[in-house]
């Protein structure tokens, strides 16, 4: 019967105050577009590579034996792999920018602490700070 007139302190103590300050969202923001422009640039050089060697195989498989064809087929399956793999992080990167214009971006889903800049800036995906990422591994 009770039950209903206690809501109103229950929720006040775990919302802890999300802020950063202007400077600190503002390295993040600049770490995580460096990232981005990183990540880009290579992409547009596997791209490339990929276009190269898809010109190669084009231009000489007559000449190829089976194993040499074989060789390039590899490694421009590796290479679009790569790409792949790069595309996927700079969407993650993008996301990332979003989040942190919206003010949801860079707190441990754990514990609720900022995650370090230079952690963002490495691994724009990273949802945990390092010590809660640690206790996670060591299970
Ligand atoms: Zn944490």
New binding site residues.
Partial sequence: MAKATNTSTATTAKATKRTRTAAETEKIRVALVERRDELQSEYDESLTEITELQRDRLADSAGDDQADAGTKTFEREQEITLANNLLERINQVERALERLGEGNYGW??????P?PVERLAAFPSAT??V???QLEERR
Avoid: S
């Fill in positions: 441990c889903e754990r514990c609720g602490n995650i945990l700070c010590t809660c990422k």
